[in-house]
């Protein structure tokens, strides 16, 4: 039938993207989706997940909107494609670009747009060594990231990310990436220190990280980075490419500390998934100098770069967020989703510590709660298959930690939220009974 030979041609002809790819040989795919409405996902054999990581932390106003399909179909019968390169122009960019403009902190106000996060990221590392290069100084190339940050996988953006095993994929990275201890401020002053500022052109974080396992910076973290960036001259990027767009209760994760970036990338919650587009945000003085000091073509840019349909599909979606109040919705959400798992914990020995900011949270797994100890085998990963049994889709997070973390749609309901927390409690007891027989 229709559903094995999908799966014989997926086991046969499909290389998916982060997977293990001998598993994935051998058994084929666990799920093959059919359709999406609101938090809702349903697979071919007709069963219904809770989408519990908006798919892959993006699809910000849930499953199934028409508005967005019809914003697509619309751009596309008037305008599918045309350049954006050197002069020429279309609508949906310009009002795209002016639009994430009003929206970014103060000061971020020019926009080169992608098509994803790894060529945002890219981007904004080329601009910012190309800054220096302008500048008159060529030995400003080096880029420092956080451990455990996750910043895609083309060439830069592998290189910057923290999560070894992305970068252990190949033996050959791009150079001048270094890389310090998430939380301390003291490691960054040091590689600054040996390194010595005039080689360092950029610090890259995310206000949140989430790949690495949702983890939140120390308080005052950000800010002493932003004054240490200022002391030496060095650019700060920050990745919002999770945490933009609502996710964390506010329209970008780094307001919640109150920092202006000198430029800041974005993908995923800009469409909410529904086409692919992401981009970086410059700072007004930034942009004013390489303007001022640009004496030939900006030498970068992807066919892409500004595609009309994404453009459209992105417009549409920020409205969306905008008129159903969806950042408020995301805040208010994230603390129903954080007491849901506080009472989890209450009731199961082996959930540890539990956090949320808006609708990105996690859920840590021990053996022990007094001293922390982890089981030696993770257990996330059984929460997650047993969480797909009950019918909700979530993710093990298992670099250095035993960690379930959640960002589900921000049109979720307080009344969803506790059918998320409903069906997690099953799986998290399924599990804590199998671990004890
Ligand atoms: N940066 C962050 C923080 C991400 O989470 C991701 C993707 O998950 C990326 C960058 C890469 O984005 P993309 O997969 O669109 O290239």
């Given at each position: 039938n229709n559903i094995q030979e999908l799966i014989h041609l997926d086991k046969k002809h499909f290389i998916h993207p982060t997977s293990s790819i001998a598993q994935q040989q051998a058994n084929g795919p666990s799920a093959i989706f059919t359709e999406g409405k609101g938090i809702y996902l349903k697979d071919i054999q007709g069963h219904s997940y809770i989408d519990g990581m908006s798919s892959l932390w993006n699809v910000n106003v849930g499953h199934g909107r028409k508005e967005l399909a019809e914003a697509a179909k619309e751009q596309m019968e008037k305008l599918a494609f045309s350049s954006c390169f050197s002069t020429f122009s279309h609508e949906p960019a310009i009002r795209l670009a002016t639009k994430i403009a009003s929206l970014a902190p103060r000061e971020l106000n020019a926009v080169f747009f992608t098509s994803g996060g790894s060529e945002a990221n890219d981007t904004a590392f080329k601009l910012a060594r190309h800054y220096w290069l302008l500048k008159g100084k060529p030995n400003r190339q080096k880029i420092i990231s956080r451990t455990k940050s996750y910043h895609g996988v083309a060439m830069g953006a592998t290189s910057a990310t923290g999560l070894k095993p992305f970068r252990d994929f190949t033996n050959s990275l791009a150079p001048d990436f270094y890389y310090v201890d998430g939380s301390s401020i003291e490691e960054l002053r040091n590689v600054i220190e040996q390194e010595g500022a005039e080689t360092l052109a950029a610090f890259i974080t995310e206000p949140i990280q989430g790949a690495g396992g949702v983890n939140f910076a120390p308080p005052g973290y950000m800010q002493e980075v932003r004054r240490i960036c200022d002391q030496y001259g060095i650019l700060l990027i920050t990745d919002e490419v999770i945490t933009g767009f609502g996710r964390t209760g506010t329209f970008f994760g780094i307001e919640h500390d109150g920092v202006?970036?000198?430029?800041?990338?974005?993908?995923?919650?800009?469409?909410?998934?529904?086409?692919?587009?992401?981009?970086?945000?410059?700072?007004?003085?930034?942009?004013?100098?390489?303007?001022?000091?640009?004496?030939?073509?900006?030498?970068?840019?992807?066919?892409y770069s500004g595609h009309p349909m994404a453009c459209a599909v992105a417009l549409k979606n920020i409205e969306i967020i905008e008129t159903e109040k969806l950042v408020e919705n995301a805040k208010l959400r994230g603390v129903d989703l954080l007491s849901g798992f506080q009472e989890i914990q209450s009731k199961r020995n082996i959930i540890g510590h539990v956090r949320a900011l808006g609708l990105i949270g996690a859920i840590q797994i021990v053996k022990n709660r007094q001293t922390g100890e982890r089981f030696q085998t993770p257990v996330a990963p059984l929460i997650v298959a047993e969480a797909m049994k009950q019918g909700l889709i979530c993710r093990a997070v298992t670099f250095d930690q035993d960690t379930v973390v959640f960002a589900p749609p921000l049109i979720i309901t307080k009344q969803e939220i506790a059918e998320l927390i409903g069906r997690l409690d099953k799986a998290v007891a399924a599990v804590e009974q199998v671990l004890q027989s």
């Open positions: 202006i970036p000198d430029m800041m990338c974005f993908a995923k919650g800009v469409t909410s998934g529904y086409a692919q587009l992401g981009g970086v945000v410059l700072s007004e003085t930034l942009h004013q100098e390489l303007i001022s000091l640009s004496r030939e073509t900006l030498f970068h840019g992807y066919t």
